[in-house]
């Protein structure tokens, strides 16, 4: 298909965002990451100036694909967001399951999983009302980040036949790569590796596999598999290198750091340490802490070890990624240090997830119909929701619920 992209009559004379687009894209697959990359680039950057609001909706899944396979993550927070936020505000129902699936997967990768969660509950209902079918990615994804294996397998295997007889290539290399983050979490790795592998058996679309070599790399060193970890690096260090961005060169240099030693590796380290606490991807900045504190730990250095799993535990324990929290906390112990317990359930802890959703909502000021529409539900069901919510919390109404819930981001626009 981009072979004969190519082959078309050439665009205008001064191309726009969407052509841009386009003609990156083509290049992308024809040619190669690199040879796309400016294309994509200036059209990211372009996006939405002279488009309509129609324009916009048909080009913003891929725009939003784009920034994340270019590694720009202010660029994927933000055109996530304008997709929830148009295909919402226009009724386009179609478009939505798709967009707040890609918006699910900005706040996953942010450390937001009670927010990503809350957009998959929200996705799922829209599927259901209009009879859509896509591929449950943000369910899998909020359980493989929680450490949930017994839903995360669930969904897997169910995900994983409808893929197989859709002949949907890239859902493979994600499903797969959900549990190799799932199985890295659990410091299950040789599961972690079999998964990974399974990912990189689909290499049509490379951009698909812009999140799994990185798991690929962790499994095969833990599995002391360095060449196999090595080959794979080296063949993304292109990639990464010509992004130049600061989440693209904070996970490379932490991958690197898993194959080499001394001074280098620690050098490494730092960098990784230091370039992704510069993005918005703070999961991925958790677990270079941890990696960095593991390394030290094995270079007998307890003291300084003990700090980055400290820092790597907190993180991840507050976010919710409980299987790496646990990782760190392993670790942690091993290295002298204590682990703080976890603090008593509070009341919030009693609610279901579409009571929680509907708090969270009406927290952060949508009103009764609002909610209701956007989870296909009555006003009479919110109001019936939320009178369980106050009963539960021990509050008597929606301004108390900011107290009541636990802290955190406010719901994605």
Not at 255 to 278: F, H, I, P, T, W
Not at 370 to 398: D, M, N
Request: proline share 3%; aromatic share 8%.
């Amino acid at each position: 298909v981009a072979r004969a992209a190519r082959a078309a009559p050439p665009g205008p004379a001064q191309p726009r965002a969407a052509d841009l687009l386009l003609d990156g894209t083509v290049a992308f697959y024809d040619e190669g990451y690199v040879a796309g990359l400016p294309a994509l680039r200036r059209a990211i950057a372009e996006f939405g100036a002279g488009m309509s609001v129609e324009e916009e909706l048909h080009w913003l899944y891929l725009a939003a694909v784009t920034a994340l396979r270019t590694w720009d993550d202010a660029a994927w927070d933000a055109l996530s967001a304008r997709h929830v936020a148009l295909a919402r505000g226009t009724g386009e129902l179609s478009e939505l399951p798709l967009a707040l699936t890609s918006r699910s997967y900005v706040l996953l990768f942010a450390g937001q999983l009670a927010d990503a969660a809350a957009l998959t509950d929200e996705a799922l209902a829209v599927e259901e009302a209009i009879g859509s079918n896509l591929a449950p990615y943000g369910t899998l994804g909020v359980a493989a980040f929680r450490g949930d294996e017994a839903e995360a397998t669930a969904v897997f295997e169910a995900a994983m036949t409808d893929l197989t007889r859709r002949g949907e290539g890239v859902g493979i290399t994600i499903a797969q790569w959900a549990m190799s983050v799932l199985y890295n979490g659990l410091g299950r790795y040789r599961d972690a590796l079999a998964a990974a592998r399974h990912a990189f058996e689909y290499e049509d679309d490379v951009g698909g596999l812009v999140w799994a070599w990185t798991e690929l790399v962790e499994a095969a060193v833990r599995c002391e598999l360095p060449e196999i970890a090595a080959d794979v690096c080296c063949r993304f260090a292109e990639l990464t290198g010509a992004s130049g961005t600061d989440w693209a060169l904070g996970v490379l240099s932490r991958s690197q750091a898993m194959l080499a030693e001394g001074k280098a590796a620690e050098d490494l380290y730092r960098e990784s340490v230091d370039r992704l606490g510069r993005t918005r991807m703070r999961v991925q900045h958790a677990r270079a802490h941890l990696l960095y504190g593991e390394w030290l730990r094995r270079e007998r250095r307890n003291g300084e070890a003990r700090e980055h799993l400290r820092t790597a535990h907190g993180m991840l324990e507050s976010m919710g990624v409980a299987g790496f929290a646990e990782r760190a906390a392993r670790e942690l112990r091993a290295a002298g240090g204590t682990v703080r317990g976890r603090a008593a359930g509070s009341r919030h802890d009693e609610l279901t997830a579409q009571e929680a959703q509907i708090a969270r909502m009406a927290r952060d000021g949508l009103s009764n119909p609002e909610i209701a529409t956007r989870l296909f539900i009555s006003a009479r069901t919110v109001q019936y929701h939320l009178h369980k919510v106050f009963t539960k919390l021990g509050i008597t109404s929606r301004g108390q619920l900011d107290h009541a819930l636990p802290a955190g981001p406010r719901l994605p626009d």
